[in-house]
């Protein structure tokens, strides 16, 4: 199960210049500072965050160089081959060093990404081929993109989940109309589309640095819940 959402989680964020390649270089980093304070405290587990350490600095290295070129106004694009290869390495560093449960930690905002796209990825409501931001070529700006479907199409399960993220405000949604059926329009269920939903319309480089903030921030959350919160969410504590 790791290896398969690693090898996603990536992926699944895309669209945006910079934001491949900036998530990719957060969440190896803060990875190689979870290994160097392990190898710190616990001499016993040594060599496996020394592998893991291996395997995530090339990483780094590659995805920082190819950041550089990436960032907006992009000269160089990532694709699904980077996007694969960036999240099996994350894979394969945690599950080698022996802390895939830790590693879920500084994916968090990847996880949230992928619990709030569940009724478009199991397809409780119609999916749009592509999810990403759509572009104001006029305002050079990106602002929320939509699906639009009839309410018939939508499973009721998938109307009970859009039901409860517009109660708590995540989710833009307008019902109306169109050749005597009902119709809804709502914000592709996407994080960078909900960050535009707060934030509203704005260049690729702010929402790109926006979006990677949130993912420092949550790196900084998830080495605080292991070395300070661990009791909470492990059965044996190193």
């Known amino acids: 199960m790791m290896a398969v959402f690693c090898t ?25 500072v979870f290994n160097l304070l392990q190898l710190h405290r616990l001499e016993s587990q040594e060599w496996q965050h020394i592998l893991s350490i291996c395997f995530l600095l090339p990483l780094c290295g590659t995805a920082c ?8 106004p992009a000269r160089v694009f990532v694709g699904d081959t980077f996007c694969y290869w960036a999240g099996m390495t994350i894979a394969v560093a945690g599950i080698l060093g022996h802390f895939s449960k830790t590693m879920i930690l500084f994916l968090l905002p990847q996880v949230f990404n992928f619990v709030y796209s569940l009724p478009q ?4 409501v119609p999916c749009p081929r592509h999810r990403l931001p759509k572009f104001d070529s006029e305002k050079n700006v990106v602002g929320m993109s939509f699906a639009e479907f009839k309410a018939s199409e939508a499973k009721p399960l998938g109307h009970v989940a859009l039901k409860i993220f517009e109660l708590v405000g995540l989710l833009h949604r307008e019902d109306f109309e169109k050749d005597g059926e009902m119709w809804i329009r709502i914000s592709n269920l996407t994080i960078l589309n909900l960050i535009l939903k707060f934030s509203g319309p704005m260049r690729e480089d702010t929402l790109t640095a926006c979006f990677l903030v949130l993912q420092v921030a949550f790196s900084f959350v998830g080495l605080i819940i292991r070395f300070h919160l661990a009791g909470l969410v492990y059965d044996v504590v190193n």
């Open 8 to 32: 996603n989680s990536i992926n699944i964020i895309a669209g945006v210049n910079g934001v491949e390649a900036g998530q990719t270089v957060v969440i190896a980093g803060s990875i190689v």
């Open 65 to 72: 160089g190819l950041l550089r070129f990436n960032w907006y």
């Open 121 to 124: 990825l199991f397809h409780l």
